[in-house]
């Protein structure tokens, strides 16, 4: 449940091993910059990636229902020094095995404090979100992976529908209509590094039973059919386009610019234990 409303509010969470983080990095979009951060054990929840500060006309819905109880949405407006930030901390049972505790954050800074409080306290000011609190327990070898939801819908192609989309791109366009082309928010290119990879948003490589696509050459030489009866079932043609980027926690604190370009972040987490030597990090 409280999976499925980090989906609602755009983030997605899982726990990959490490022997599949080469197949994951295959499909995820070719990264801009890497960063790594070592932030030591503390049972008091502390920031893990957090936004910069908030536009004063930002202004988004989260939602905080669990079925079965009633719907419940809370808003959030941007300005008084606000940022959206990822709590985690980790909790160690008797068998020794560690807990990643994730908890959203909508940190708004007390301009005064009645009562003297440490820096540990101050990171709470705000709104923390504990009905999106996640758990999860994570192995030597197992990574945690947060990321954006942003769901890109397949589309069945017409007949003909694909020459006539190759013959609109041929024709001259106005400026407006080109930026609207060329916005990496309305239909995917191969240098937007938020776009999905190719191989699952260009309808030549929709594969169904998980071999790579035949070109040309491959394909056994066929003869025409003579009836309709003789023409064999293929499956339609899909592509993906993306839909708008809807403005929520999961956007605002997954994705960013860098050099006037749209860039998504992807969390990746792991836990060391300090009495044991690191195990070797597998390249992205």
């Known amino acids: 449940l409280t999976r499925g409303a980090w989906r609602g509010n755009g983030m997605r969470l899982g726990v990959i091993g490490r022997e599949q983080f080469d197949a994951f990095a295959k499909v995820m979009p070719q990264p801009v910059n890497m960063s790594q951060t070592l932030i030591n054990r503390s049972p008091h929840p502390v920031p893990i990636i957090e936004t910069s500060q908030l536009a004063g006309d930002l ?32 909790e160690t049972d008797d068998a020794g095995r560690h807990t990643l505790v994730l908890i959203p954050q909508h940190y708004i800074p007390s301009p005064f404090d009645l009562i003297p409080r440490n820096p540990l306290e101050k990171e709470l000011d705000g709104r923390v979100f504990n009905e999106l609190t996640v758990r999860l327990t994570l192995e030597q070898d197992q990574v945690a992976v947060v990321d954006l939801y942003w769901p890109w819908p397949e589309r069945a192609l017409q007949p003909g529908e694909e020459e006539r989309q ?8 106005t400026q407006a209509e080109q930026e609207k082309r060329d916005s990496p928010y309305l239909l995917p290119r191969d240098n937007d590094p938020a776009a999905p990879p190719p191989h699952i948003r260009q309808p030549d490589a929709v594969v169904t039973d998980g071999s790579k696509p035949k070109t040309d050459k491959d394909k056994p030489a066929v003869q025409e059919p003579t009836t309709p009866a003789d023409t064999p079932d293929t499956p339609p043609r899909v592509e993906r386009i993306a839909p708008p980027l809807l403005t929520n926690f999961g956007s605002t604190l997954l994705t960013g610019t860098r050099i006037r370009q749209p860039v998504r972040k992807v969390l990746l987490i792991s836990i060391q234990d300090p009495k044991t030597p690191p195990q070797e990090q597998p390249e992205p």
């Open 59 to 90: 202004f988004f819905a989260v939602d905080l229902t669990r079925p079965p109880m009633p719907r419940q949405v809370e808003q959030i407006v941007g300005g008084k020094n606000s940022t959206l930030r990822l709590l985690g901390r980790i």
């Open 166 to 173: 190759s013959e609109r791109q041929e024709e001259p366009q």
